[in-house]
T-cell receptor
Framework: KQEVTQIPAALSVPEGENLVLNCSFT??????LQWFRQDPGKGLTSLLL?????REQTSGRLNASLDKSSGRSTLYIAASQPGDSATYLC???????????FGKGTLLTVNP | GAGVSQSPRYKVAKRGQDVALRCDPI?????LFWYQQALGQGPEFLTY????????KSGLPSDRFFAERPEGSVSTLKIQRTQQEDSAVYLC??????????????FGPGTRLTVL
C-alpha cells in the first residue's frame, strides 16, 4: 500500500526566505505527483504536476522536483511571501489506477 | 463552469439524519472523484466515476455511504443515518479523461459536514 510522508509537519519562516518542503513515498511505481495548496476552510488548488518521466516542473517562484527511484519529491519556494502561508499537500498517482494518495501536508507560515 | 463547484459548503446534521452533498465537475470532464478529509489529515479516496459508471467504490467507509452520477455530469454523495465519525470535509475532483494513468485532478472547495 502506498504511503506518503511529508516533512516537516509545520514550518514558520520570515518573509523573503527560500524554503524547501519534502515529500516521500514508499512505492516508486507512480504515474505522476501533484503538489497542492490548501487555504484554511478551502479546497485544494493544484500547484504543479510532475509526470513520472519528468525530473522537475516550475511555475513562477515554485519549483518541484521528482526522484522516482528514491521515492522523493521536493517543493522549492523562492522569496517567500506572507500570501504563501497555507498547507501544502503532496499526492502521488499510481500507474495502475487513478486514486491519489495524499500526505498529511506541511503547514507553512510566512511571517511579515 | 470555470471550476468544480460543490454545495452546500457547510452542512450541520444531527446524528441519524440523512445528508446529500452535490458536486458539479468541470464541463466535459469524464472522471469524477470523491475524497474525505478528516481534520489535520490529507484527503482519502472514497469513490470514482467514469462518465455515469461507478468504477470504484472501495473507499466508501460503510454501506451508509452512496454515490451516484446518473447522467455523467453532476454527482451526489449521500450519507444515511449520519454518525459523528462522518464529520469531515468532503472533496470532489474531476479530470478530463478516464482510465488509468494519472490525469491531473481539479478539486472543488469541499463541503464541511459536522454531525452533532
Amino acid at each position: 500500500k502506498q504511503e506518503v510522508t511529508q516533512i516537516p509537519a509545520a514550518l514558520s519562516v520570515p518573509e523573503g526566505e527560500n524554503l524547501v518542503l519534502n515529500c516521500s513515498f514508499t512505492d516508486s511505481a507512480i504515474y505522476n505527483l501533484q503538489w497542492f495548496r490548501q487555504d484554511p476552510g478551502k479546497g485544494l488548488t493544484s500547484l504543479l504536476l510532475i509526470q513520472s518521466s519528468q525530473r522537475e516542473q516550475t511555475s513562477g517562484r515554485l519549483n518541484a522536483s521528482l526522484d522516482k527511484s528514491s521515492g522523493r519529491s521536493t517543493l522549492y519556494i523562492a522569496a517567500s511571501q506572507p500570501g504563501d502561508s497555507a498547507t501544502y499537500l503532496c499526492a502521488v498517482g499510481p500507474s495502475s489506477n487513478y486514486k491519489l494518495t495524499f500526505g498529511k501536508g506541511t503547514l507553512l507560515t510566512v511571517n511579515p | 463552469g470555470a471550476g468544480v463547484s460543490q454545495s452546500p459548503r457547510y452542512k450541520v446534521a444531527k446524528r441519524g439524519q440523512d445528508v446529500a452533498l452535490r458536486c458539479d465537475p468541470i464541463s466535459g470532464h469524464v472522471s469524477l472523484f470523491w475524497y474525505q478529509q478528516a481534520l489535520g489529515q490529507g484527503p482519502e479516496f472514497l469513490t470514482y466515476f467514469q462518465n455515469e459508471a461507478q468504477l470504484d467504490k472501495s473507499g466508501l467507509p460503510s454501506d451508509r455511504f452512496f454515490a451516484e452520477r446518473p447522467e455523467g455530469s453532476v454527482s451526489t454523495l449521500k450519507i444515511q443515518r449520519t454518525q459523528q465519525e462522518d464529520s469531515a470535509v468532503y472533496l470532489c475532483a474531476s479530470s478530463q479523461r478516464g482510465g488509468s494513468g494519472g490525469n491531473e485532478q481539479f478539486f472543488g472547495p469541499g463541503t464541511r459536514l459536522t454531525v452533532l
